[in-house]
């Protein structure tokens, strides 16, 4: 949970309200005050006016984007066939593509939506002690603005990111973490409509093509009903993908395998 969350939340509990989570603006607002009252603020000015979040201890991870490339070189592998030594610079090295809009951009049905926010390690869970909340470590927030330029959210791009290579066993246990976060987000954020979440798996390398298409029919769907008068199942949704990395040339080179 971000600085500032955990002082509301106790509030909010205090009082006698249920809550799943501080909505993302009221959070954001929270923390950009919580950092300027001690002289900084911990988000990144993007061209299209949208903001990443830097929280915790990767913000020293970002922060070497912004410092010589020698620096940030030297915390790199040197060839494209080395793993990261920190998933902390993994996950700087993968926000950075996240800040284009243009990167990855939502299904077709969705592709008129804006970027309207981008989020380091975003809570994805019941507010709770922030040493138990779960955190998915990207998450790229699309959706429109209304009147008085309000933004409102219609689609969740989810990141998961890990800088070894995973085993059989790894990959399940990483499918059942991202489908939780999932299951949360339509949930607390979407009226249960999955179609609007898609979920993505970074790492050095995958199991096979045979065992990876096995484990996402077995765990990495969900059937949902977007109206009363529809059956629970009426809808199958299915939206993991699953990416290589590799750098290159002072790169990051993502493939979809």
């Not at 080395?82 to 299904?107: M, Q, T, W, Y």
């Not at 804006?114 to 380091?120: G, I, R």
Request: aromatic share 10%; charged share 30%.
């Amino acid at each position: 949970m971000r600085p500032g969350n955990e002082v509301a939340a106790g509030l909010r509990t205090m009082g006698g309200k249920n809550f799943f989570q501080l909505d993302p603006d009221e959070g954001n607002w929270l923390e950009e005050q919580f950092y300027r009252r001690r002289g900084g603020s911990k988000f990144v000015k993007l061209p299209s006016g949208t903001r990443a979040l830097k929280s915790g201890v990767k913000a020293g991870a970002l922060r070497a984007l912004s410092l010589s490339d020698e620096i940030f070189e030297s915390r790199l592998p040197a060839q494209s066939d080395k793993c990261f030594s920190s998933e902390n610079f993994l996950h700087a090295a993968v926000i950075e593509r996240l800040k284009d809009a243009g990167f990855a951009p939502p299904v077709d049905s969705m592709k008129h939506l804006e970027l309207l926010s981008l989020h380091h390690e975003y809570p994805a869970s019941p507010a709770k002690q922030a040493i138990y909340v779960d955190r998915i470590d990207a998450v790229r927030v699309f959706g429109s603005r209304l009147g008085e330029n309000r933004p409102v959210a219609s689609f969740y791009d989810c990141w998961e990111m890990k800088k070894d290579s995973l085993s059989e066993t790894d990959f399940r246990g990483v499918v059942l973490q991202v489908m939780k976060y999932a299951d949360f987000i339509a949930s607390s954020r979407l009226a249960g409509d999955y179609s609007r979440v898609r979920l993505h798996i970074v790492a050095k390398r995958f199991p096979g093509a045979a065992f990876r298409k096995e484990v996402l029919e077995e765990i990495g769907e969900r059937r949902f009903q977007l109206g009363v008068r529809e059956s629970a199942s009426a809808h199958v949704w299915s939206a993991v993908e699953c990416l290589e990395y590799s750098w290159s040339d002072g790169k990051l080179m993502l493939v979809t395998v």
